[in-house]
């Protein structure tokens, strides 16, 4: 298994250009979750999903779109990007049904000038 | 302790020593925990989780402590190696919201050979 894998690894982005970071997971998990992790700080939830066609906003979710039209896949989409989502990514799923584990993948770095 | 804000708090600990990382948690209703590793350029990797109903539990060379009373957790790392160097942080999760983890920032412990 290849777990949670996530590309790009790295990306410049100009104020006001849009982008989609995409993650797939093998594992056959139901849950899957997006974070972003500023430097010195917790991760912070943006969006998450309990299945394929269901998405919810997690803490801070303004500025991006999420779409789990496959159980593997799991896209975040940047429109109009802005210094302050200048960040590390990092998507992440569980089994679901309660309280476990969440298995990461190795993030995207995100520069936006 | 875990703090927020650019710098994290370190730790140096001379190899084969042990290692206690500490986490005062925020919500006197969480009742899972989970400490994670997180080494450089990747993302964050499970090492042991507790539930509330516990105060003590011991995986491979490591041990987490819980104290509901004073909300704080610890991290014990046996026999220190330098393969340990990282930023561990933890977790925590309140029973309803089962799909939601409020992370610390993290502690970078740093083995010195």
């Known amino acids: 298994n290849a777990g949670v894998t996530q590309t790009p690894k790295f990306r410049i982005l100009k104020i006001g250009q849009s982008m989609t970071l995409q993650c797939a997971q093998d594992m056959n998990h139901n849950y899957m979750y997006w974070y972003r992790q500023d430097p010195g700080m917790g991760l912070k939830l943006i969006y998450y999903s309990v299945g394929a066609g269901i998405t919810d906003k997690g803490e801070v979710p303004n500025g991006y779109n999420v779409s789990r039209s496959t159980t593997e896949d799991f896209p975040l989409r940047l429109e109009l990007a802005a210094p302050s989502q200048t960040s590390v990514y990092f998507c992440?799923?569980?089994?679901?049904?309660?309280?476990?584990?969440?298995?990461f993948g190795p993030g995207t770095r995100l520069l936006v000038l | 302790g875990e703090s927020v804000g650019l710098h994290l708090p370190t730790l140096s600990v001379q190899e084969g020593d042990n290692s206690i990382i500490n986490c005062a948690y925020s919500n006197s209703a969480s009742d899972y925990f989970i400490w994670y590793k997180q080494e450089s350029g990747k993302g964050p990797q499970f090492i042991i989780d507790?539930?509330?109903?516990?105060d003590k539990r011991q995986g491979q060379r490591v041990t987490v402590l819980l104290n509901k009373t004073v909300k704080h957790l610890s991290l014990q790392i046996a026999a220190t190696q330098p393969g340990d160097s990282a930023v561990y942080f933890c977790a925590e999760n309140i029973s309803h919201n089962f799909n939601k983890f409020y992370f610390g920032s993290g502690t970078k412990l740093n083995v010195k050979p």
């Open positions: 992440a799923s569980s089994y679901g049904t309660g309280q476990e584990t969440q298995y």
């Open positions: 507790i539930r509330s109903n516990m």
